[in-house]
């Protein structure tokens, strides 16, 4: 009993260490920098600046809510590199609507080694399109630890 105990203990402490690493690791990156989420800004260029990603890592999209100069910013996860290329949403799915990019703004965790095709939805892809909000990031793995 003392012996299970024990190691129990000694996995959560485990489980405990290897979370604060993965913390301590894992970066806050505002989408933007200071112009935030909004129509116009190229964050295509933005990423190949603000490049590599780490798992982990989580990106934070401020953005205004809708007003008489935009129809309504959001922010959409496309399925592939297809549908980012030709900005279809017909099966993207949405992870903010146009009112959850105040204050703190909307955060995504880069959890996965994937590629992310991230966007900004509204009806006729106008936003992505014509405004080149969209970008797509692959967070690498920690190799160092
Ligand atoms: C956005 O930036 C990328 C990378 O620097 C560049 O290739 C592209 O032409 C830019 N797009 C526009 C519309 O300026
Ligand atoms: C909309 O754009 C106009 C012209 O650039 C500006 O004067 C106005 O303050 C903007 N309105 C909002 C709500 O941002």
Request: glycine fraction near 10%; include cysteine; charge should be negative.
């Amino acid at each position: 009993m003392a012996f299970i105990s024990y190691t129990t203990h000694g996995f959560i402490l485990l489980l405990a260490a290897a979370s604060l690493l993965a913390v301590s690791d894992a970066k806050t990156i505002v989408v933007g920098g200071s112009e935030g989420w909004r129509f116009g800004f190229n964050y295509t260029d933005w990423v190949f600046k603000n490049s590599p990603f780490y798992i982990n890592d989580e990106l934070v999209f401020k953005y205004d809510p809708p007003s008489e100069n935009n129809s309504g910013y959001s922010v959409y996860l496309l399925p592939n590199l297809w549908s980012y290329i030709q900005c279809d949403f017909s099966k993207a799915k949405m992870l903010a609507g146009p009112n959850q990019g105040g204050g703190e703004g909307f955060k995504v965790e880069l959890n996965q080694w994937r590629p992310y095709y991230f966007a900004s939805g509204d009806k006729d892809g106008y936003n992505c399109k014509e405004g080149l909000m969209k970008f797509f990031a692959v967070p690498l793995p920690h190799w160092n630890n």
